[in-house]
């Protein structure tokens, strides 16, 4: 099932996105500021930012949801200001928050998605029942997804999301509220669609386990700005020996992991994590 | 690019979603019923007895039933936007909006399914009517002409609803403001009395909500002999260029829902 366009843009070497001062304020508040980041095509990549940082203003900016209000950014090879619609075409997104409808079937809330991608409706649903089955739901396809598990919900949101078989795949705090043992599938999944789908994965985590587990490449987001980037080895190594990713992201991230956020990142990721519980 | 076919089925695709939904739960729709049997059991037959107001040679409770399903379309869309600010809190909204699908398209299949909730609040109208015995057209044409009326006018006050979640962004401003505008969209309106009988600056009003050329449409093609104030072809029309309209402006709110 590997992906022949996906295999030749990582063989080309180009990048998978390319961002240039980008920035965006909220009113006197600088969400993200003059962030440069280039991450090439072909490996699983981490944002890391304490809670409040940026929070999900940086993806959404890539993934065409927001507009920066400063800078520049190429997706999947185009401009998310000038070129959404290429942009949204090219790239899959599981935000944090839910995505799947629990008022309907998994495979009604894929068959939601096939269409609003425009699918070829003759492929339509065999390309539904094989996603279906990559994530293992097949079983519980014809099922309200809100009886789905924690687990099941991401996998069905994964499902969703790699269905027009994206070149990049953003998530946003793809574990957030799992258990180990739906985290562990979770990762299962992602580093498959890597590996053979050559699928880009770019996500964001404060989950250190999962930087280890799975990133090839890291950037520490700090108030906003990129505080350091390069590879999890790369990064335990400048900040001393026998560094673990906790430390080094205590050490750029500005010594805090689980501060900071408002009222509403709390309750966002509170809702989070009693619906996946 | 996407061509007409192809938006027209992404719409087709949410709004069918939408219905699926709605069957499952159909509650909602058995509970709407209840306002218009009130309003024609009680207010009407009350008010039938009253003779002074101008309607014509038809009685008044032929003469409101056209108002009072116009009344229904708009109470049954009007708080339709909630359902953006739902898709909004859980992160639905997320799924569609970066998909590469129009938002026009988006907006439009939210039309169309509200367009549906109409057609049974027009089904149990004339439910209602034939209970009551309200005499009503029932040839084929002008029950057509109902149910498009009835689906134009839930399109325009369902998109208009999605317009101020989109401004209002949570639940309980917009809860707020629906309650505030439905009275006063009714009352300006020809729903139970003509516009001739309204002072002038009241028939101004009316004259610019598109309530009342719902109303209009619907009594001529309800009323057996009624009159409207406007041509048929002219009430559908207004209709029609004000959904355009509001489509366009909602497909530039609905993305910042999520800001």
């Known amino acids: ?277 | 690019m996407n061509s007409p076919i192809e938006f027209l089925d992404k719409s087709l695709a949410i709004a069918q979603m939408a219905l699926r939904k709605l069957l499952r739960d159909p509650m909602e729709l058995f509970s709407r019923a209840v306002q218009p049997v009130l309003w024609l059991a009680i207010f009407g037959q009350v008010f039938s007895q009253v003779r002074g107001i101008p309607i014509g040679n038809v009685s008044y409770l032929a003469y409101m039933t056209p108002g009072i399903l116009a009344q229904s379309v708009l109470f049954a869309a009007i708080f339709y936007g909630i359902a953006v600010i739902w898709e909004r809190d859980l992160g639905v909204i997320h799924k569609l909006l970066v998909s590469p699908c129009p938002r026009g398209a988006l907006v439009l299949g939210k039309a169309i399914s509200a367009g549906f909730r109409g057609l049974v609040q027009a089904v149990i109208i004339y439910l209602i009517a034939f209970a009551m015995h309200i005499h009503l057209r029932t040839d084929p044409i002008a029950v057509f002409g109902v149910l498009m009326a009835v689906l134009l006018g839930s399109a325009v006050f369902s998109t208009f609803s999605l317009i101020i979640a989109c401004i209002v962004k949570t639940r309980e401003r917009f809860m707020g403001i629906g309650q505030v505008l439905t009275m006063p969209l009714f009352f300006a309106s020809n729903a139970i009395y003509p516009l001739s009988l309204m002072p002038t600056w009241l028939r101004a009003v009316a004259n610019v909500n598109p309530l009342t050329y719902l109303v209009d449409a619907l009594r001529m093609l309800m009323v057996e002999g009624g009159q409207g104030a406007h041509s048929l072809i002219g009430n559908f029309t207004v209709l029609g260029v004000v959904f355009a309209v509001f489509v366009v402006i909602a497909a530039k709110l609905y993305p910042t829902l999520i800001e």
């Not at chain 1, 003759?122 to 997804?145: F, N």
């Not at chain 1, 739906?182 to 999944?189: F, I």
């Not at chain 1, 050490?251 to 009693?274: L, S």
Request: proline share 4%; net charge neutral; aromatic share 6%.
């Open chain 1, 1 to 277: 099932m590997a992906n022949a366009e996906n295999d030749s843009r990582r063989a080309a070497g180009g990048l998978a996105l390319e961002t240039e001062h980008l920035t965006r304020r909220f009113g006197t508040f600088t969400a993200v500021d003059r962030v440069d980041l280039a991450v090439p095509y072909g490996g699983i990549f981490a944002l890391l930012r304490p809670n409040g940082a940026g929070k999900s203003t940086l993806i959404k900016m890539l993934t065409t949801l927001l507009k920066p209000s400063a800078g520049t950014a190429r997706v999947a090879g185009f401009d998310i200001v000038r070129a959404p619609a290429e942009v949204r075409r090219l790239i899959g997104y599981v935000p944090q928050l839910l995505s799947a409808d629990g008022a309907l079937t998994g495979f009604e809330n894929l068959t939601l998605s096939a269409r609003l991608y425009g699918l070829p409706r003759a492929e339509l649903k065999q390309r539904v029942d094989e996603a279906l089955q990559y994530m293992g739901l097949t079983d519980s396809a014809h099922q309200l997804v809100k009886s789905y598990s924690g687990g099941m919900i991401r996998r069905l949101e994964l499902a969703q999301a790699m269905l027009h078989r994206p070149s990049i795949l953003f998530l946003d705090e793809p574990t957030i509220g799992l258990d180990p043992v739906a985290c562990m599938s979770v990762w299962d999944r992602l580093r498959a669609l890597n590996q053979e789908h050559g699928m880009t994965i770019l996500m964001t985590t404060h989950v250190m386990e999962e930087v280890d587990e799975l990133c090839d490449a890291v950037a520490i987001l700090h108030q906003g700005r990129l505080a350091a980037s390069g590879s999890p080895a790369q990064l335990k190594a400048a900040v001393g020996e026998s560094a673990s990713m906790t430390d080094v992201f205590a050490h750029f991230g500005g010594g805090r992991i689980e501060e900071g956020g408002g009222y509403r990142d709390a309750r966002q990721t509170r809702m989070t994590a009693k619906r996946l519980g």
